[in-house]
T-cell receptor, first 112, second 112 residues
């Protein structure tokens, strides 16, 4: 059974600081997703990582994938208040189907 | 515009009163699925469908039914809702094996 562990569950950080969210998964997968969710809203796709060593960046967020370690990271650089949200990683599972196994989410609160 | 549309967005209902949450997509996607989101658990898959008349259970199917009579629609049916089905529900769709997954806006369901 594929399990996805995400940590920390809650992260309070000051504006301008850097931090990393970790996503570990238990079995082989060919894709790893990062989503952002604002309170009461749907999921916003941030990144799709498809291969070992993949790195993608958008603004202050950078995601990476190490398939050998079964680890993905979401790095936040110089956080700003607008980044406050819940971030989920999700692992693609099931071959041609697009079943996703989600982590529990990280609630990020960026304080001024 | 590519869309996954869910209705209703908000619903309070009573235990045992059958209800249906509709999901419709305008992208001719083969794959559709339902997830529920609960605090501390992330999103978990309820049912999925790989094409018309092809459906299968996800990780938490108990208490739910689905149907796929048309490619664009994938309703979620709660025959006899119970309070433990109080949750936020998301419908998702994609091309089979595609990397982009589209989520609906979510449906808040409260069963009292």
């Amino acid at each position: 059974e594929l399990k996805v562990e995400q940590n920390p569950l809650f992260l309070s950080m000051q504006e301008g600081k850097n931090y990393t969210i970790y996503c570990n998964y238990s079995t082989t997968s060919d894709r790893l997703y990062w989503y952002r969710q604002d309170p009461g809203k749907s999921l916003e796709s941030l990144f799709v990582l498809l291969s070992n060593g993949a790195v993608k960046q958008e603004g202050r967020l950078m995601a990476s994938l190490d398939t050998k370690a079964r680890l993905s990271t979401l790095h936040i650089t110089a956080a700003v208040h607008d980044l406050s949200a819940t971030y989920f990683c999700a692992v693609g599972y099931g071959g041609a189907t697009n079943k996703l196994i989600f982590g529990t989410g990280t609630l990020l609160a960026v304080q001024p | 515009e590519a869309q996954v549309t869910q209705n209703p967005r908000y619903l309070i209902t009573v235990t045992g009163k059958k209800l249906t949450v509709t999901c419709s997509q305008n992208m001719n996607h083969e794959y559709m699925s339902w997830y529920r989101q609960d605090p501390g658990l992330g999103l978990r898959q309820i049912y999925y469908s790989m094409n018309v008349e092809v459906t299968d259970k996800g990780d938490v199917p108990e208490g739910y039914k689905v149907s796929r009579k048309e490619k664009r629609n994938f309703p979620l049916i709660l025959e006899s809702p119970s309070p433990n089905q109080t949750s936020l529900y998301f419908c998702a769709s994609s091309v089979m094996g595609g990397h982009t997954i589209y989520f609906g806006e979510g449906s808040w369901l409260t069963v009292v």
